[in-house]
């Protein structure tokens, strides 16, 4: 477009933001926020939004800040990409701020919230703000299940595994990682059988989990079928040991 002399316009910035975010890719990003400037779309609410979630997901909080402090009119979009930012770099006392004074919560705020403090360890400010959600999902148990992990509170994780009528193939993997790296070896191995038995992905995790389980207790049989399992890449489809 540049070496055409074609103009682009505010939807043009905007996807190459979105795609910057993606990647991610801050310094093309940064190029692309100083064009914006130039073109006279800095004042454009749906940019603004663009900008503000590339700095956000690329850990640049300050000038994602800058960009939503900037902003005339804030949406659910933008307030949720500047919580999701503090989250992503710890910085969960901001993120509670703008948290608590945000209007329309959705789900994707207070799964980030949960998720950034479960992340940082603080399991009783994820507990709290997980049990106020009216609808959970699979990236607030995983958080939850993966948070008392860290922290080797299995019984809590096993409490939140429980509660889920459906659990996806993460959960699964989280819960067989949780046993595993807290020295509950069979509990690991049981999850893994019941994850094959109902046909649930296995993935990476979930197989790295239990090789582990395995190696604990010396199972040296089961341990060399799943490592030849791992290094024949079959975690994208069903697997058998």
């Not at 505010?10 to 073109?39: D, I, M, Y």
């Not at 800040?65 to 901001?94: H, P, R, S």
Request: proline letters at 1%; charged letters at 20%.
């Amino acid at each position: 477009m540049q070496w055409k002399g074609i103009s682009p316009s505010g939807f043009t910035f905007s996807s190459v933001l979105n795609a910057c975010a993606r990647v991610p890719a801050v310094f093309e990003g940064k190029q692309v926020h100083s064009r914006v400037e130039k073109s006279g779309f800095l004042g454009n609410n749906i940019v603004q939004t663009a900008l503000l979630d590339m700095y956000a997901k690329c850990g640049f909080v300050l000038d994602a800040q800058k960009v939503f402090n900037a902003m005339e009119e804030k949406d659910v979009v933008a307030w949720t990409a500047m919580i999701c930012g503090y989250t992503k770099v710890g910085l969960m006392d901001k993120a509670r701020c703008l948290f608590e004074v945000m209007e329309g919560r959705n789900m994707v705020s207070w799964t980030a919230m949960v998720a950034g403090y479960a992340n940082s360890g603080d399991m009783e400010a994820a507990k709290e703000l997980y049990n106020r959600m009216v609808e959970k999902n699979s990236v607030a148990w995983l958080a939850m299940i993966a948070g008392y992990g860290k922290c080797g509170d299995v019984r809590e994780a096993r409490r939140v595994f429980d509660e889920i009528v459906k659990p996806d193939a993460s959960c699964w993997a989280a819960m067989v990682a949780c046993y595993a790296q807290n020295g509950y070896a069979e509990e690991a191995i049981d999850i893994y059988k019941a994850m094959r038995d109902q046909s649930v992905r296995i993935s990476e995790v979930a197989l790295v989990g239990v090789l582990s389980a395995c190696t604990q207790i010396g199972d040296v049989n089961m341990a060399e079928a799943l490592a030849n399992n791992l290094e024949e890449g079959c975690c994208g489809k069903f697997c058998w040991y």
